[in-house]
């Protein structure tokens, strides 16, 4: 068992000690992070079978992480946990799965059209290099097992326990769904994790010896989580609630800035040359697995459309998602907005007049810019674009919105485990 003493007591406990006051910089490390590409194409227009295969990887997410919470705490967090998961239309699913000999040519290319921010990490003595997807969506890491022969473990690095010296076998095995059937798959093991010189011992973590099939035209090898210790499905602490229980970090903080240029992930802090002003904190309850702050307004322009919103901050999200009646009251207060008839969920605008859509909770309007807000033209010569959120039923309920990539190339965000905390900041 994980009992909840040991998840959150023993957190506080440990990280408490290594939290700043007010979320100061201090020392710490940098992880260049490759850029996400959007979901625009060269061309200016919205991808849209980009689109639905983001969406699909977001839903199955979601759905393990409540899974995974309901089967960690004992009980439910949305109200139905018998959520379906999503399918690929089979067209889409054909072109996404490519054959072996095609993926091996394209592994390279295929770097820049990646759907994560990602940066490698190394496991074991000596360290096997990963090239992994920081996810603050999901609590566990696992990487592709040298015992993986599937077709979607081609090409991909993979990690062969018998040359580390710190390798170690745990009893059990891991299991995540993520696609249409599609599960991550393997034993646990414990092993030596370092990122960007931040290292910790025994982290625990799935080598995969299955991977869904959706993982194959990705150029990522797996998938390092960035959650709330009660949200891993391997229930063990993630690597960051590691670092700071190991005092491997001085202050139990990171952060990301997520741009064209210079993306990054700070380990231990926070990185002053990229932002101005005060960082501002919003309480998170570790309970709900998610960096998750309450009490959010959306606005349009400076009319609030929405009050009282958890929102969950999302890494490894393209773009935003919220309840279908919530999205669609938002687009009612913009101007020529529409559904989108090509995509289910998405919602076009006029493309010279973007909306302002703001969150706030409680401080500070963050604003979406003109430019992340929209996603390319509607189709080639439209006068409409379309826009960053969408409407997607994930069960979480009516107030809960997903802000992913959408969002946090806005501002500087700061994930603050010791005390409980994210925070955003204007960006430098
Ligand atoms: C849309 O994205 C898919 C998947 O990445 C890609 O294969 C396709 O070429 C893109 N289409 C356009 C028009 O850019
Ligand atoms: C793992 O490494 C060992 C030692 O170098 C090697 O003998 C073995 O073939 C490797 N296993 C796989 C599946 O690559
Ligand atoms: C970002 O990178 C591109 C390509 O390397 C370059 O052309 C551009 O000037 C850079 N932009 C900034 C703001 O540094």
Request: glycine share 10%; charged share 20%; with cysteine.
């Amino acid at each position: 068992m994980f009992p909840r003493a040991d998840l959150l007591l023993g957190i506080a406990l440990a990280l408490s000690v290594v939290s700043p006051a007010t979320g100061e910089s201090a020392a710490g490390t940098t992880i260049p992070l490759r850029k996400r590409s959007s979901l625009t194409g060269a061309d200016g227009v919205f991808n849209q079978s980009k689109a639905v295969a983001a969406t699909h990887r977001t839903v199955n997410k979601h759905r393990q992480n409540r899974i995974t919470l309901q089967e960690n705490r004992g009980h439910l967090i949305g109200r139905d946990s018998g959520i379906a998961p999503a399918s690929l239309p089979a067209d889409l699913e054909s072109r996404l799965v490519p054959r072996a000999e095609k993926h091996q040519l394209e592994a390279l290319t295929e770097l820049e059209s990646g759907r994560e921010w990602a940066g490698t990490i190394t496991i074991g003595t000596p360290g096997q290099p990963f090239l992994v997807d920081f996810d603050t969506g999901s609590a566990d890491l696992w990487v592709p097992s040298s015992s993986c022969t599937g077709l979607p473990c081609t090409g991909k690095s993979k990690y062969n326990a018998t040359k580390s010296s710190t390798s170690l076998k745990q009893s059990g095995s891991f299991s995540i769904l993520y696609g249409d059937g599609g599960t991550v798959s393997g034993p646990v093991y414990s092993d030596t994790v370092t990122v960007a010189g931040v290292t910790v011992k025994n982290q625990f973590f799935g080598p995969a010896t299955a991977l869904s099939p959706d993982f194959a035209t990705d150029p990522i090898d797996g998938i390092f989580g960035l959650a709330l210790p009660i949200l891993s499905k391997i229930r063990k602490f993630p690597f960051f609630a590691n670092a700071a229980a190991q005092e491997s970090v001085r202050v139990s903080q990171f952060s990301f800035y997520l741009a064209d240029n210079g993306s990054e992930l700070y380990l231990g802090g926070t990185d002053p040359t990229k932002y101005t002003g005060k960082v501002e904190f919003h309480n998170v309850d570790a309970y709900e697995g998610y960096w998750q702050p309450t009490g959010a307004k959306v606005k349009v322009g400076s009319g609030t459309i929405l009050t009282k919103l958890e929102t969950i901050i999302d890494s490894g999200s393209t773009i935003i998602y919220g309840d279908p009646a919530a999205i669609q009251q938002i687009y009612a207060a913009v101007p020529g907005a529409q559904p989108f008839e090509e995509a289910k969920g998405y919602y076009t605008f006029p493309c010279d007049s973007p909306p302002v859509i703001s969150f706030n909770w409680g401080g500070k309007d963050w604003e979406i810019s003109a430019d992340n807000v929209n996603l390319g033209l509607a189709a080639v010569d439209s006068p409409d674009c379309v826009a960053a959120l969408a409407a997607l039923d994930l069960g979480f309920g009516p107030d809960v919105f997903i802000l992913g990539d959408a969002f946090m190339r806005n501002v500087y965000s700061v994930f603050d485990m010791g005390r409980e905390a994210v925070g955003f900041a204007a960006l430098a």
